[in-house]
């Protein structure tokens, strides 16, 4: 069975500081992909950045950057230098490889970013 | 514009009354998902499906039915609505090549159950 687990229900950062949003997993597949998601107050659903399991580097993309270390399934999203527009929901989730690509989505952490 | 349409924006319903909630993609993606979102929670699957006429149970597929007829469109239905299924949907397609992957979501439909 798959499980997502994100442990810090909310986060505080100062604006221009790094911040690290924890994301643990469990999967019996070999293959599989995780991802995060921003999910603003307006409540659409933003794509932040994949991490493909075979991966051997971290995806970046921007100021954001997924620290995947697969031994101990955990894949946390580090944003670099914090803005205000980062204060948002921020889910992780993952894919599976069987049963038609099940993608569940852990709880989400809320991210407040102080000026 | 192309994309992923979710229908309608908002309703309102009576419980057991059944009510279906449309999903439309233009791209002819494979993938596509259900999900639900409980007021200050993440998004828990309904259920998905990876091509026409092939669907599978999610984390809470209860009270819920699906059909996927044409690749382009993945209706939710609920039976009998109850009160405990006010929350908002997301459908979801995914689109998968060797080096990245991404599900694109739809606006979502805000369901209540008076």
């Known amino acids: 069975a798959q499980k997502i687990t994100q442990t810090q229900p909310g986060m505080f950062v100062q604006e221009k500081e790094a911040v690290t949003l924890d994301c643990t997993y469990d999967?019996?597949?070999?293959?599989?992909?995780l991802f995060w998601y921003k999910q603003p107050s307006s409540g659409e659903m933003i794509f932040l950045i994949y991490q493909g399991s075979y991966d051997e580097q971290n995806a970046t993309e921007g100021r954001y950057s997924l620290n995947f270390q697969k031994a101990r399934k955990s894949a946390n999203l580090v944003i670099s230098a914090s803005q205000l527009g980062d204060s948002a929901m921020y889910f992780c989730?993952?894919?599976?490889?069987?049963?038609?690509?099940?993608?569940?989505f852990g709880a989400g952490t809320r991210l407040f970013v102080k000026a | 514009d192309a994309g992923i349409t979710q229908s309608p924006r908002y309703k309102i319903t009576e419980t057991g009354r059944q009510v279906t909630l449309m999903c439309h993609q233009t791209w002819s993606h494979s993938y596509m998902f259900w999900y639900r979102q409980d007021l200050g929670h993440g998004l828990r699957l309904i259920y998905y499906s990876a091509a026409a006429d092939i669907t599978d149970k999610g984390e809470v597929p209860d009270g819920y039915v699906v059909s996927r007829s044409k690749t382009e469109n993945f209706p939710l239905t609920l039976e009998s609505a109850t009160r405990s299924q006010t929350s908002v949907y997301f459908c979801?397609?995914?689109?998968?090549?060797?080096?990245?992957?991404?599900?694109?979501f739809g606006s979502g439909t805000q369901l209540s159950v008076l």
């Open positions: 989730a993952m894919r599976g490889n069987t049963g038609g690509f099940k993608t569940i």
């Open positions: 999967t019996s597949d070999q293959s599989y992909g």
């Open positions: 979801a397609s995914s689109v998968r090549d060797s080096t990245n992957e991404k599900l694109f």
